[in-house]
């Protein structure tokens, strides 16, 4: 509790600290922050010529526009592996600043976390342009209750996010080939999540094991507001929701334990 | 006392470069890690109103020093008894700061100190005054000289009002009037009991100000007094320097054999 209390006494500073490291990633570049929607915009536009024009099938997935259906995944699929991404990386990126402030360790998690957060954020307008184009022309998609949803998603996100960067910065200490891993875990996340597939084209008893995967149960929070038919049993997003606590409790323990040797590196 | 330190030692990790056959391919990561005692069996006590310079003759890294006694690193030996509230002051790099203005620098140095923000947004007009930013507060940090950071991270420190101040490298900095501004605010915290321990690359700041001097040598860690401890860093950089000269010319020659 007292770590939260103080991280809530020191929001200014990371405030800060998340507004320092966005505008000196984006400052590097000739389009700034528009990358931020560029990116996955582009990304969605690619899978869609690739799936619904060159293979001529979205996979039995009949939420449309298909285009949408796929950019409400990558989009928060791209904080996703951006957190897992950055969490190895810990120690050699922000080891000096670390080991010598008077913060808990999990500001700088928090602050790479919030970052990846932001730059889903920013990007979100790309689905609001797109979805109103959609509509107007189309008549779809329609935005219903279940964007009440969307922020009960981006709070358990937030705590995925934060888990799986612990645990990734935790287990760098000692063995920094955690570095190269992270992009199985990348692609991991993005073959076995309905990012451009549907639990649909599963049977039904299989439904419940998707749901091991919490980024499974994140997913249908987000794209509830356009798809509410798309949500399953309650059940499925309690076993979601368990895994990305333990998933976060399992960082919290790995960061706390791993803190003091950090701190033996500079 | 305002800190104690009784039988203390700090264990680090060290990365080594790996032995390997003069023939044989890379296969496994060039480093090997291994433990070292850079500080041990350290009995230290600092006064309040005392200031001690530290020099690092074993890892270079006096900030190792700095940390145990501002408690951001725990002892794996002995006992420490720290002061209740203390600063360990550090200039920012550019790259952590860059792309902030001048104001919002110096909120960030005092939050990495550990000042909560309602601290900050009560003392923020006393820091920028004495950092004398307070025209280019919104002006980004780097259009600015780059004294002002060192300036900033002094003033968050000097205005923390806590009981000790660890300054590395950034003790006495800025233009010659800002340095003595830097040493009267030194000497007004210590009348007041605030304790200082500090590491300088400047000799002369040493002889100046400090009280005592601490070598940290493993476990031969000793006090001198501080024209000793000018004498020893002034010695120590020479051969450091000398040392890097040799590691160069070995290195152009080994190019010039390939």
């Not at chain 1, 039995?60 to 409400?72: A, N, R």
């Not at chain 2, 004495?130 to 507060?137: D, Q």
Request: proline share 5%; glycine share 8%.
């Amino acid at each position: 509790m007292s770590t939260a209390q103080t991280l809530l006494d020191h929001r200014g500073t990371l405030a800060l600290m998340v507004r320092q490291d966005l505008k000196q990633y984006y400052g590097r570049f000739q389009l700034g922050i528009l990358w931020v929607m560029g990116e996955p915009l582009m990304q969605a536009l690619f899978m869609w010529i690739v799936f619904a024009l060159i293979f001529g099938s979205t996979k039995g997935i009949t939420q449309d526009p298909f285009v949408i259906y796929l950019i409400t995944g990558l989009i928060p699929l791209g904080w996703l592996q951006r957190s897992v991404n950055q969490g190895p990386k810990l120690l050699r990126r922000s080891g000096p600043q670390l080991v010598s402030a008077k913060l808990p360790v999990i500001t700088w998690p928090l602050r790479k976390v919030l970052v990846a957060m932001m730059d889903m954020i920013l990007a979100s307008p790309v689905i609001v342009i797109l979805a109103v184009g959609f509509h107007l022309f189309t008549g779809s998609p329609t935005v219903g209750w279940g964007i009440l949803l969307v922020p009960v998603g981006v709070f358990f996100q937030l705590l995925l996010c934060l888990g799986l960067f612990m645990i990734g910065a935790a287990l760098a200490v000692h063995l920094p080939d955690v570095e190269n891993m992270t992009s199985l875990v990348n692609r991991a996340f993005f073959w076995l999540s309905p990012v451009i597939w549907s639990q649909r084209n599963f049977p039904e008893w299989l439904t419940p094991w998707l749901y091991l995967n919490p980024f499974h149960g994140i997913l249908d929070c987000y794209r509830a507001a356009f798809w509410p038919d798309l949500l399953t049993s309650w059940t499925n997003y309690a076993i979601s929701a368990g895994v990305t606590i333990a998933i976060l409790i399992t960082g919290l323990v790995l960061l706390r334990s791993r803190t003091d040797e950090m701190r033996r590196y500079f | 006392m305002l800190l104690s330190m009784s039988d203390a030692g700090v264990r680090v990790v060290e990365l080594r470069e790996r032995n390997r056959g003069r023939n044989l391919p890379t296969v496994l990561g060039r480093h090997v890690r291994e433990q070292a005692w850079p500080v041990r069996h350290l009995d230290f006590s600092l006064k309040r109103g005392e200031t001690v310079y530290v020099l690092d003759l074993v890892t270079h890294r006096p900030a190792l020093f700095l940390r145990l006694a501002t408690g951001t690193l725990r002892p794996d030996e002995g006992t420490i008894a720290l002061p209740r509230r203390s600063v360990l002051a550090r200039p920012a790099g550019r790259r952590q700061v860059r792309s902030l203005s001048v104001g919002q620098s110096l909120r960030m140095m005092a939050g990495l100190y550990g000042l909560a923000d309602k601290t900050i947004d009560r003392r923020f007009e006393e820091m920028a005054e004495f950092a004398e930013v307070t025209r280019v507060l919104n002006r980004p940090i780097e259009s600015q000289h780059r004294s002002v950071v060192a300036q900033v991270a002094f003033a968050a420190a000097a205005c923390s009002r806590t009981d000790l101040i660890a300054f590395d490298r950034c003790a006495v900095v800025g233009d010659k009037a800002f340095r003595r501004k830097c040493a009267r605010k030194i000497a007004e915290l210590k009348k007041a009991g605030t304790g200082f321990v500090v590491y300088s690359p400047d000799p002369k700041q040493i002889v100046g100000m400090a009280d005592r001097g601490l070598v940290i040598a493993g476990p031969d860690t000793r006090e001198v007094n501080p024209a000793e401890l000018a004498g020893m860093l002034v010695a120590d950089k020479k051969e450091r320097r000398e040392r890097h000269r040799r590691q160069r010319q070995r290195q152009r020659k080994q190019d010039g054999d390939d």
